[in-house]
């Protein structure tokens, strides 16, 4: 009697026993379709023991032995076998989240057989001379053997980008596979170019989640079969099975994006340095703002700092930033005389001018002076925003949406306001304002989808003459990685929101934002100004900005968050809970922590619960509870053991609950 154990993809902390006889030959690592209660489902193959804990009686056959692709992986297995342990995630959950959509269907559709394609057509323009910093990167991380982690800090317009590049080519040049991680690949079609541009006969395999699904197959088994040979994704790219790994990158590590949030709320950036000691690769985490916790780690040692301090092209400097005090200043529209001057030198100039207010919409709120009426959500604990261009309120949490009303809906006052201010507010201004200027904004109301970001950019790169963008006004999608020649100006308006906010990373998002889109100034040979207006311009914050002193601010902040117990001196995890009433989700909460005794746990604290500060969203009521320890294992072992509890809880049938390790969001 033959049988497999298998995983399938069920929020079950526990594997299944099958019968196998007569279906061919079995491996742990292939796919495997079994019946499940009265329908069928695809599993993972963990394990071939020799005899079940089931009567045979009870064990049922499976139906079919899946040998499309060759077996996954050991690695692979280990991959996910952390990432379960890690976030208490059952295995089967993560074994097949990490397949693409099409590997996992009782009945698929028809494959078609596959290849990677080569990268693309393209003039190699000849890669520049690195710079002697550039050199020293290079050579230290060439030169690593085994596992190897470097923390690569590089000014924006270092030359970053082509250190990944050369990188690359050493590992291709090794025979091995390359991984480069990015955020959010809408978001740097600029970088896919120039992978194409630089290899242009390498078969490269693009991965991330908005791929159509036979896309994301054909780029899965390119990379898992070998034939692709530069795998460039996002986060969901970190499980993709490559038999001949031999580099990492992480571009942008900062970058929030790299957490999955939700199902298993893994964080890709640390999934990749667990995989890179696994393997026993070099692994480069590259930023000009590191997250803290990875400073925090080049500090001590256990990752090699390496650093970019100048400008890669040998004209371009780091722009001059400065503030403007508008306590005591009559702004339009938010906009200081000095930032309209600026903009109006740029215009006489031709260069283009960036100006940054991270909040779309037209205003955060509609509001009537009559009777204190909001244009609340009806599903969130949140206002809705106006959309002046297309009359509409939308809330930004769960999309519901409404026409722009004419009157008060309570009291019937006509003389309704928008409150506040977004990118499409100030983008009117400054069309009424330079009525002469060609105004683009960008944000996730005109770039929805990844063709119209790349139109976006493609104007903003070579539109010339009456095509030439002159402004740009949008959210941090202008801030993220873009080269823009011709931008020699970058304002920022309605900064301080940030400063000040209740979540304490909210100061390290605001350093790492201005300084990535201070970043896009001055990038080739014009020189670049930045002007950040602020009612605090003493905020150790933005003096450090001014300097361009990222080492000096992560210090601050270091320093704070050592002294108040945060991470990274202190590791966390949340238990969320959401149900129709508040008061059936702070009991679920109440009772996970009854169901523990504090004198078992000595190393590990919980808080109290409480309502989260989204407290309702699409009509559900949500509470967490955060749970912090000043050791790692000790945090992981109560996990462990708390996660089975958790189960155990009884509670009204709507009530859903997860656990997140490393929360970024509170
Ligand atoms: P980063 O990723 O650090 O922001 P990039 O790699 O995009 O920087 O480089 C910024 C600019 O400098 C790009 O236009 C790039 O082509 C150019 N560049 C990079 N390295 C060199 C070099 N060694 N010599 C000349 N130009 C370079
Ligand atoms: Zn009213
Ligand atoms: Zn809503």
Known sequence: MNIARVALDLPLHRLFDYLIDGLGPAEPGLRIRVPFGRS????????????????????????????????????????????????????????????????????????????????????????????????????????????????????TGSGKTEVYLRLITAALERGQQALLLVPEINLTPQLEARIRQRFPSVPTAILHSELAEAAREREWKAAFLGQARII??????????????????????????????????????????????????????????????SWAHAQTGRYTLLSLEERAVSAARLPAIHLVDTRRMALSEGVSPALQDAIRKRLEA???????????????????????????????????????????????????????????????????????????????????????ARILRVDRDSAKSKKQWEALLQQIHDGSGAERVDIL??????????????????????????????????????FAQLMQVAGRAGRAELPGEVIIQTEYPEHPLYAALRAHDYPSYAATLLTERRQAGFPPYTFQAMLRAEAPQMADAIDFLKAAVALILPENHPEVLLYDPVPMR????????????????ASRPSLQAFLATWREGLETIKSPSRLRWHLEVDPLEF
């Open 40 to 155: 069928e489902k695809i599993g993972i193959i963990v394990s071939l023991p020799g005899h079940s804990d089931l009567a045979p009686e009870q064990l049922k056959p499976a139906l079919e032995i899946l040998a499309d692709t060759p077996p996954l992986p050991p690695d692979f297995f280990q991959l996910c076998e952390f990432a379960s342990s890690y976030y208490q995630a059952a295995l089967g959950e993560v074994l097949l989240q990490a397949l693409p959509p099409g590997l996992k269907k009782a009945s698929p559709a028809k494959r078609r057989n596959t290849k990677a394609k080569a990268a693309g057509k393209g003039v190699e323009p000849g890669p520049p001379r690195l710079t002697a910093e550039q050199e020293r990167v290079l050579a230290a991380v060439n030169h690593s053997s085994g596992y190897a982690p470097f923390l690569l800090h590089g000014v």
């Open 232 to 293: 460039v994704g996002t986060r969901l790219a970190i499980f993709t099975p490559l038999p001949e790994l031999g580099l990492i990158v992480v571009d942008e590590e900062h970058d929030a994006s790299y957490k999955q949030q939700d199902g298993m709320r893994y964080s890709a950036r640390d999934l990749a340095i667990y995989r890179a000691s696994l393997g026993k690769l070099p692994i480069v985490l590259g930023s000009a703002t590191p997250s803290l916790e």
């Open 350 to 436: 031709k260069e283009q001018s960036l100006i940054f207010l991270n909040r779309r919409g037209y205003a955060p709120v509609l509001g009537c002076t009559a009777c204190g009426w909001v244009s609340r959500c009806q599903r969130c604990a949140a206002n809705m925003v106006v959309h002046l261009k297309d009359q509409r309120l939308r809330c930004h949490h769960c999309g519901f949406e409404l026409r722009i009303p004419r009157a008060c809906p309570t009291c019937g006052n006509q003389d309704i306001h928008p409150f506040g201010r977004g990118t499409q507010r100030l983008e009117a201004w400054l069309t009424e304002t330079f009525p002469t």
């Open 473 to 510: 006004v949008g959210t941090q999608m202008l801030a993220k990685g873009h080269d823009f020649p011709r931008l020699t100006l970058v304002g920022a308006v309605g900064a301080d929101a940030a400063l000040f906010a209740a979540d304490w990373r909210a100061p390290e998002r605001l």
């Open 614 to 629: 989204l407290s309702r969203l699409w009509s559900l009521e949500r509470a967490q509870l955060l749970v912090e320890s």
